[in-house]
T-cell receptor, first 113, second 113 residues
Framework: GDSVTQMEGPVTLSEEAFLTINCTYT??????LFWYVQYPGEGLQLLLK?????DKGSNKGFEATYRKETTSFHLEKGSVQVSDSAVYFC????????????FGTGTRLQVFP | GAVVSQHPSRVICKSGTSVKIECRSL??????MFWYRQFPKQSLMLMAT?????????EQGVEKDKFLINHASLTLSTLTVTSAHPEDSSFYIC?????????FGPGTRLLVL
């Protein structure tokens, strides 16, 4: 079945460092891909998404490109801030189910000043 | 953006008792709500899809008689863990869908002693 694998955390960075959180997926057809972020004490929020191959999702300085050839959707940010500290979840929605989201395990990011 | 609340945020109960968790969409009507469960260092796992006015659809392996779901109105869905046992201790997250996106609640941590 469909699945998402993302790197384990925590990822610890200094402010202004470059961030990469790896995410790979297994799915039939052409899934949509998402990154969600969960700040402490809050619900998951959609950070960005891509719905077809080679699409790039971007928001708040974060980017991720839908790579079908490598089945990946890695999250990147050029310069992280302390306020980016949160848990990041990669997820997919399969081609044939418009509601069901399949999540990775989440990666905790800690950014220190 | 849209807000989804959950109550309670944390609950501790004795083994054998039942626990009810509420999920509310605060500023929109949600015909569909979802219940997820998350174990430490694991993915969010979809438990069931709750449709207003009809029976919930449970994922494979989820006991519908143990995890009772009621979606009586367009803004409220409840999950009742019946005869809870220590293995039911987990983090339960709901989400609600409007035509544009899914919005997640902050989660409820259940500890069964």
């Amino acid at each position: 079945g469909d699945s998402v694998t993302q790197m384990e955390g925590p990822v610890t960075l200094s402010e202004e460092a470059f961030l990469t959180i790896n995410c790979t997926y297994t799915a039939t057809g052409y899934p949509s891909l998402f990154w969600y972020v969960q700040y402490p004490g809050e619900g998951l929020q959609l950070l960005l998404k891509a719905t077809k191959a080679d699409d790039k999702g971007s928001n708040k300085g974060f980017e991720a490109t839908y790579r079908k050839e490598t089945t990946s959707f890695h999250l990147e940010k050029g310069s992280v801030q302390v306020s980016d500290s949160a848990v990041y979840f990669c997820a997919l929605r399969g081609s044939y189910n418009t509601d069901k989201l399949i999540f990775g395990t989440g990666t905790r990011l800690q950014v220190f000043p | 953006g849209a807000v989804v609340s959950q109550h309670p945020s944390r609950v501790i109960c004795k083994s054998g008792t039942s626990v009810k968790i509420e999920c509310r969409s605060l500023d929109f009507q949600a015909t569909t709500m979802f219940w997820y469960r998350q174990f430490p260092k694991q993915s969010l796992m979809l438990m069931a899809t709750s449709n207003e006015g009809s029976k919930a659809t449970y994922e494979q392996g989820v006991e519908k008689d143990k995890f009772l779901i009621n979606h009586a109105s367009l803004t409220l869905s409840t999950l009742t863990v019946t005869s809870a046992h220590p293995e039911d201790s987990s983090f339960y997250i709901c989400s609600a869908r409007d035509p544009r996106a899914q919005y997640f609640g902050p989660g409820t941590r259940l500890l069964v002693l």
